[in-house]
Nanobody, 124 residues
Framework: QVQLVESGGGLVQAGDSLTLSCSIS????????VGWFRQPPGPYRDFVAT????????FYADSVKGRFTISRDNVKDTVHLQVNNLEREDTAVYYC?????????????????WGQGTQVTVSS
């Protein structure tokens, strides 16, 4: 089993920056990728970024390229999402998720373990 806990969300103004963190515990040796997703009000959860647990693979959604940066700290078993120049459209609950099967994927169904989410609200 893999457990994930997000932190770092909050209420910010447009143009501000945040660092979201995903602390991971349990069978981290089984992880191949850790991804960030977000869910604005509504039923759909959108892909944001993913990073390989070892090795250099990183992939971003087009909507966040250049503003968001994903990184990992394998010593602390933590994945960060640096979000810059926030826009109102970035308002969402942000989730991190772990994939324990090989292969890069950007769909929620490909990730078997999820955190509880952290709310990011951007005001204008």
């Amino acid at each position: 089993q893999v457990q994930l806990v997000e932190s770092g969300g909050g209420l910010v103004q447009a143009g501000d920056s945040l660092t979201l963190s995903c602390s991971i515990s349990g069978r981290t040796d089984k992880i191949h990728y850790v991804g960030w997703f977000r869910q604005p009000p509504g039923p759909y959860r959108d892909f944001v970024a993913t990073i390989s647990w070892s090795g250099p693979r990183i992939f971003y959604a087009d909507s966040v390229k250049g503003r968001f940066t994903i990184s990992r700290d394998n010593v602390k078993d933590t994945v960060h999402l640096q979000v810059n120049n926030l826009e109102r459209e970035d308002t969402a609950v942000y989730y991190c998720a772990a994939r324990t099967v090989e292969g890069l994927h950007a769909t929620p169904a490909a990730y078997g373990y999820w955190g509880q989410g952290t709310q990011v609200t951007v005001s204008s």
